[in-house]
């Protein structure tokens, strides 16, 4: 089943307001997209003004902590994420498994907070180039997505980002065969944890998605957009990757 498109950019530990900049041109090429979604998920400091400047563009975190409010210094929760008007967050990416020794365990719990908030979580998986190499890659992303997804969750509320960790940001992808291989074997992951509700669940790439091999990979079976991340930082890259996508 052909899943509308979504195109969504992490910007990761980048941007300053002046940033903000480039999302005028993001819009205006969302907006012509028509039947692409586009979500641009900034560092916490600036999804306040990017809501401002955004419309048809929606606005997600990059993470959130799994309970509603604490005592958890320096953190943030869904439903402050939600107050603020985002829509999606991002959960589990493996920045965040790697630096703050996140589990499947917590990365579940964070995407149920952000559906018990109302938002759609984005849960990461991938492997490393040492998974790969031993051929162990279809086991451990088999084994994140049975630890990491909410089962109880609906199409409506759950994106899957595949994004093999030796692919991200080093300009390598995988062949178009990989992919193709490895979304398939999550989409049979989804249909076995959600049942039928896995049918409409996106599959994101990501891991060096540029302008010039978003179609390429966009093309893919039950691949169904796209996690951009230095791409997503400037109109001038994210734009033309906006486009391959509404081309498809
Ligand atoms: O990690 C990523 C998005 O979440 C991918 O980053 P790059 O597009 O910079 O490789």
């Not at 320096?74 to 603020?84: I, Q």
């Not at 703050?100 to 849960?123: F, H, Q, S, W, Y």
């Not at 691949?223 to 509404?246: H, N």
Request: with cysteine; aromatic share 2%; proline share 3%.
């Amino acid at each position: 089943m052909a899943l509308r498109k979504l195109i969504a950019g992490n910007w990761k530990m980048n941007g300053t307001r002046a940033s903000l900049a480039e999302v005028a041109a993001i819009e205006a090429a969302a907006t012509a997209a028509g039947h692409v979604d586009v979500a641009l998920c900034p560092p916490f400091t600036l999804i306040d003004a990017m809501m401002q400047a955004a419309d048809t563009v929606v606005i997600g975190g990059q993470d959130c902590h799994h309970a509603v409010k604490g005592a958890h210094t320096g953190c943030v929760s869904a439903a402050m994420l939600a107050d603020l008007g985002a829509s999606h967050v991002i959960v589990g990416h493996s920045e965040r498994r790697t630096d703050n020794g996140e589990t499947d365990d917590l990365v579940r719990a964070k995407a149920e907070a952000t559906i018990a908030a109302g938002l759609i979580a984005i849960v990461c998986v991938g492997e490393t180039e040492a998974e790969r190499d031993a051929g162990r890659a279809g086991v451990v992303v088999g084994d994140q997505l049975d630890g990491s997804l909410p089962p109880a969750a609906t199409a409506r509320q759950l994106v899957v980002a595949y994004e093999p960790v030796w692919a991200i940001g080093t300009g390598r992808t995988p062949s178009c065969d990989d992919v193709a291989e490895m979304h398939g074997m999550i989409r049979a992951k989804l249909l076995a944890i959600l049942g039928e509700e896995g049918v409409g669940v996106r599959i994101l790439y990501g891991g060096s998605v540029k302008p010039d091999n978003a179609a390429e990979l966009l093309a893919i079976a039950d691949v169904d957009g796209a996690l951009v991340g230095g791409c997503s930082l400037t109109a001038a890259q994210f734009v033309p990757i906006i486009e391959a996508a509404a081309t498809i």
